[in-house]
């Protein structure tokens, strides 16, 4: 015997398995600390941020070296705390760095071209020979330039060093962390979107017990709750997909412009230091070539062609309703025109229906079958159009229920393909980093 199965009882068990899927995220976005606000030192103006500046901004001016400095009692470092440090506040901690470094670099690159303009002039003096006072004097300003591009050599070597200790002790763990947490994320998602896979497909051998009862309110309410949500997911898989790249892309554009080492050399010709590859280039060039090997497009249309399928549902049901609409308009109308007529023949109905006219033998039209002729056509009208609801409802159901049937599956099978793909090419990613972190060390 076939198993008999109630539709509602599949879709709540369905919706179950949408929030355990849901769940899963939870964790990444802790990491990302996607509920929050952030402050970013381009943004300043904005308002209603968590404001880490007081913190993060101390960086700017802040030294590694003061670091053996004995702090106050009771007052404690947060800086030097790296459990203190989230993804948003190491990004935050790089900008700041970056800026320091831009501006330095600016700095040094004038006192650099002034040096080089200032000792050719001392050659030259020398060349020419010159009073000794005079070279005497300009050798004094070289000496002073020379001074000062020492120093700020040396403070941007500094800073350079402190940009590297975050890249590769606060930033690439933090991005260790949410491959993993990715991973993880995307292998949940893929046993429950197999597991809803699997309850649908089990429904072709099964007779969905399916309810004739008329559209409700809340029916169609929910309907409309369910078309919204499955385009916000679609729009949110979206934004999902094409941040996490553009964020992976800019992270790995930065990566190829840090890793090239600044000229710091005043001998214009001289050779220059070889390029290093740190761990993160690693792992950002080859998160890069997982996110273009995934099939984003093919999972955007399954979802975006399920959404199509609930409108198409909804003007359905649509059509039931304004054809309820119309039956109780008619009904209205009916119950006025019996009610009318109830009471017109209850004052007339001692008169005589036809009386003959003695210049015209012929008699006149009947009031009361001329009245009940209208009453009985609405009557009729009213029956038709129950009737023609009745078998909407069930074409309603029967086609809702045939659409469901035959796009849930397809549904189901592109998103776990996709997570299932997703979690394996995650996983490898993160094993891929941990093995080259060992052949490192």
Request: net charge neutral; with cysteine.
């Amino acid at each position: 015997m076939v198993p008999q199965t109630r539709l509602g009882d599949i879709l709540r068990r369905l919706d179950d398995h949408f929030l355990k899927a849901s769940q899963s995220a939870h964790e990444v976005s802790k990491l990302l600390e996607a509920a929050r606000m952030h402050y970013h030192s381009n943004f300043a103006e904005t308002r209603g941020f968590v404001d880490h500046s007081a913190r993060v901004m101390q960086v700017i001016t802040w030294n590694r070296s003061f670091k053996g400095i004995p702090q106050p009692e009771n007052v404690k470092n947060e800086l030097d705390d790296d459990e203190w440090e989230t993804h948003a506040t190491v990004l935050d901690k790089l900008l700041a760095w970056e800026k320091k470094l831009c501006h330095e670099v600016k700095e040094f690159e004038i006192i650099k071209v002034t040096y080089q303009r200032k000792l050719a002039v001392l050659n030259k003096k020398k060349q020419r020979g010159v009073s000794s006072s005079s070279i005497e004097k300009t050798k004094s300003i070289v000496s002073h330039l020379h001074t000062k591009y020492i120093v700020d050599l040396q403070t941007m070597e500094s800073t350079v060093a402190e940009i590297d200790r975050l890249r590769d002790q606060q930033l690439y763990p933090k991005l260790l962390e949410l491959v993993k947490g990715l991973s993880h994320m995307w292998d949940v998602m893929y046993t429950q979107h197999k597991a809803q896979l699997r309850i649908i497909t089990e429904l072709k051998a099964s007779d969905i017990s399916v309810s004739t009862r008329e559209t409700s309110e809340q029916h169609n309410e929910r309907t409309v709750q369910l078309w919204n949500i499955v385009q916000e997911w679609h729009v949110q898989f979206d934004r999902f997909m094409a941040y996490q790249k553009e964020y992976v892309g800019s992270l790995y554009s930065w990566i190829k412009l840090n890793v090239i080492p600044i000229d710091t050399n005043l001998k214009p010709n001289s050779s220059q230091p070889h390029e290093t590859t740190p761990p993160i280039k690693r792992l950002l060039h080859a998160w890069h070539d997982i996110l273009e090997k995934l099939p984003v497009d093919a999972t955007k249309r399954a979802i975006h062609t399920f959404a199509e399928v609930v409108h198409t549902i909804l003007v359905h049901q649509d059509e039931e309703l304004k054809l309820r609409m119309k039956i109780e308009e008619t009904r209205r109308d009916f119950e006025k025109k019996r009610r009318q007529f109830d009471d017109w023949a209850q004052k007339n109905w001692d008169r005589g229906a036809s009386i003959p006219d003695g210049d015209n033998p012929a008699p006149r039209a009947d009031p009361a079958a001329e009245r009940k002729a209208v009453v009985d056509k609405l009557e009729n009208a009213l029956k038709d159009l129950e009737d023609s609801y009745k078998t909407q409802c069930k074409v309603v159901r029967d086609k809702s229920l045939n659409l469901l049937r035959s796009n849930l599956p397809e549904l189901f099978r592109v998103v776990s393909e996709f997570s299932l793909q997703s979690a394996g090419y995650f996983k490898g990613l993160w094993s891929i980093a941990q093995t080259n972190d060992q052949l490192d060390d």
